[in-house]
């Protein structure tokens, strides 16, 4: 994600978080912090206009990696793409010698919440009252271990899955890399 990004962010980021969704200075001060990585997906159309369709981030800080946010332009919804930014986190997860994956979630947002089960996220707990517009809980979700064989099982299928869906979508970009390719999981021998 670069600065130059947030001025076509931040009508994303209104319809998808609402009253209280992050600042322009929010995301600024994000992008500036080294335990933090943000990534912008972003489609080239013929005439070789780039479109930013979808953003996520991450933070590593003591071998946990939490994911901060995510969301998708909403005449993009129900393509893959949200899934595409979440393997793209948890490839910086892995390449950051996290150990395991945890985030926040509205317990309403149940779009989000079976886009994260179906990478291996699991319940593990429920912050009361968490959000400040209607005062709905958090679901604390996690994944096991990175490293454990069960989960590896479970992302590299969805992952295979998503390789071929997005084999000859060459229009797509996130961080600096054309998709599929960015997305190395054989790193350090965690996967
Ligand atoms: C959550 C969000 C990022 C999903 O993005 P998306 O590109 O539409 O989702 P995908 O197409 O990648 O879908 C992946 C999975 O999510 C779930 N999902 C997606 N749309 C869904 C829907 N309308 N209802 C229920 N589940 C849904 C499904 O499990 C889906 O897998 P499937 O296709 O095998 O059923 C997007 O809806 C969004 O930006 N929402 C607003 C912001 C937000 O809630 N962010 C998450 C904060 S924790």
């Known amino acids: 994600m670069e600065a130059s990004h947030l001025p076509a962010i931040m009508p ?23 335990q933090a990585h943000y990534c912008t997906l972003l489609e080239t159309t013929a005439d070789g206009i780039q479109t930013i369709i979808g953003y996520g981030g991450c933070w590593v800080v003591c071998n ?20 595409l930014l979440v393997t793209h986190l948890y490839g910086i997860a892995i390449q950051q010698e996290a150990h395991w994956l945890t985030l926040e979630v509205r317990g309403s947002n149940i779009t989000a919440q079976n886009l994260y089960y179906k990478y291996g996220f699991r319940l593990a707990g ?6 400040q517009d209607n005062h709905e809980d958090a679901l604390l979700l996690t ?21 071929e869906r997005f084999h000859q979508k060459n229009s797509l970009l996130i961080g600096h890399s054309l998709l599929p390719t960015p ?9």
């Open 64 to 83: 946990e990696g939490h994911i901060t946010t995510l969301a998708v332009n909403p005449a993009y919804k129900g393509q893959s793409l949200g899934e």
């Open 126 to 131: 429920r912050r009361p009252r968490y959000y």
């Open 143 to 163: 994944t096991p271990e990175l490293a454990n064989p069960q989960q590896q099982q479970v992302f590299q299928a969805q992952w295979q899955v998503l390789q």
């Open 12 to 34: 994303i980021e209104a319809v998808a978080f609402g009253k209280f969704h992050w600042s322009t200075e929010a995301f600024t001060n994000e992008m500036a912090n080294p």
């Open 183 to 191: 997305l190395s999981f054989e790193t350090e021998g965690i996967i």
